[in-house]
């Protein structure tokens, strides 16, 4: 890009590489719960179980951001940087 003349300032910002990887990382998830929700043979129970055992899956990876744990922010630390704190609310 650069030798395009284009500009790539934002892709040195560490700030906004790391907020890139956390919604990789969080987009990753969301889709292992949409196919999960998906097929004939879902019943409504089935959905409602997903979604509560994802709801959980947050709180634990909310748990896991805040204590720098490499368990569940993959691209984060593919980044080299580790987990930054965030709150539990903004996830």
């Not at 990789?24 to 889709?31: E, F, H, M, S, W």
């Not at 980044?79 to 930054?84: S, V």
Request: overall charge positive.
């Amino acid at each position: 890009m650069d030798s395009r003349g284009q500009d790539t300032a934002l892709l040195q910002d560490a700030e906004w590489k790391l907020d890139l990887a956390f919604l990789t990382d969080i987009t990753g998830k969301l889709n292992h719960l949409n196919c999960e929700l998906q097929g004939k043979d879902k019943n409504v129970t089935d959905m409602i179980s997903a979604v509560s055992a994802f709801r959980a899956k947050l709180n634990i990876f909310s748990v896991h951001l805040q204590i720098n744990s490499k368990r569940y922010c993959s691209c984060i630390w593919g980044l080299g940087q580790g987990c930054r704190k965030v709150h539990p609310a903004h996830i």
